[in-house]
């Protein structure tokens, strides 16, 4: 049973990605080891997306927002998102505890041929532990990195624009948290 909530609920965050929220879609396979970076036991997992005014959501791109709960309980907030490098898209995910604090960042889609070192996991947990209201920058916080010129700075500012958008609708997510 705990298994099939797991696979309904990837199932689920598939048909969405495929339904026009703009985010391609994610292999399951890639989207599990990505949560399992931080839940060891994922049986009990599920997702509830975050709604969000239309009006709210213009100017931070192509985001979209979950409530990841345990056991019906929310214990964490995640931002898949796509944003654009030097010539193609790229997916990513955030993780943030309920204090929105980020918990992990991973690539889970990088299409261009170059620019791919921004998937680097030990350059992304850069971004573990930051904050809204934080300030780090590309470069002053979040360290450079060769080859990844255009892209190191476009996913920095935007999980900077994640932050921000989610501190200042936090009234949103409290009462859609219940």
Known sequence: MKVVSLLVGFIFLGSLFSWGIGI?????????????????ETDNISFEEIHFDDSLLVGIGEKAFYFIKENNEIIDVLCLAK???RHDYFDYGVI?????????VRVLKYRAEYGYQISNKRWLNQFIGKKPNKEFFYRKGIDAMSGATIS????????????EFLEK????????AG
Do not use: H, W
Not at 96 to 104: A, H, Y
């Open 24 to 40: 391609e879609t994610i292999s399951k396979k890639k989207f599990k080891k990505f949560i399992s970076c931080v839940y060891e």
């Open 83 to 85: 944003t654009k490098g």
């Open 96 to 104: 943030l505890s309920k204090d929105l604090e980020v918990r992990m």
């Open 152 to 163: 190191g700075p476009k996913i920095t500012n935007d999980i900077k624009l994640i932050l």
């Open 169 to 176: 609708n936090r009234a949103s997510l409290n009462v859609q």
